[in-house]
């Protein structure tokens, strides 16, 4: 009976052993935690960029956030173009013209 406890007892720390070992190595690639770790350091203190926040807000250039989508004001989706819509026409009915556009719609 003596040598069955004797037994038990160096499995155990024979397995407590390999465990404290395992705790202490790092882990294999591909399985590190996630979200990864990123570090950032900001140049801004709080103050600067609460008065940014403000600032958007005072001038309405604030994202709205729908469910998971991000909708944008119609002001911020539109862009001005200098040239106008029969230049681009023109520019896009000589380049059907000479083979640059291989497809396309008039």
Same mark, same amino acid.
């Given at each position: 009976?003596? @040598?069955?406890? $004797? %037994?038990?007892? /160096?499995?155990? +720390? *024979?397995?407590?052993?390999?465990?404290? !070992?395992?705790?202490? #190595?790092?882990?294999?690639?591909?399985?590190?935690?996630?979200?990864?770790?990123?570090? @950032?350091?900001? $140049? %801004?203190?709080? /103050?600067?960029? +609460? *008065?940014?926040?403000?600032?958007?807000? !005072?001038?309405?250039? #604030?994202?709205?956030?729908?469910?998971?989508?991000?909708?944008?004001?119609?002001?911020?989706?539109?862009?001005?173009?200098?040239?106008?819509?029969?230049?681009?026409?023109?520019?896009?009915?000589?380049?059907?013209?000479?083979?640059?556009?291989?497809?396309?719609?008039?």
């Amino acid at each position: 009976m003596k @040598s069955i406890h $004797t %037994l038990s007892i /160096a499995a155990a +720390l *024979a397995l407590t052993a390999l465990g404290s !070992q395992a705790a202490g #190595m790092s882990a294999p690639l591909g399985e590190q935690g996630w979200p990864p770790v990123v570090e @950032s350091h900001s $140049t %801004l203190t709080r /103050a600067q960029v +609460l *008065a940014e926040l403000q600032d958007a807000r !005072q001038n309405h250039r #604030m994202a709205v956030a729908e469910g998971d989508q991000l909708q944008l004001r119609a002001d911020e989706l539109t862009t001005r173009s200098a040239v106008s819509r029969e230049a681009v026409r023109a520019e896009t009915l000589a380049a059907i013209k000479d083979g640059s556009i291989v497809h396309g719609e008039l």
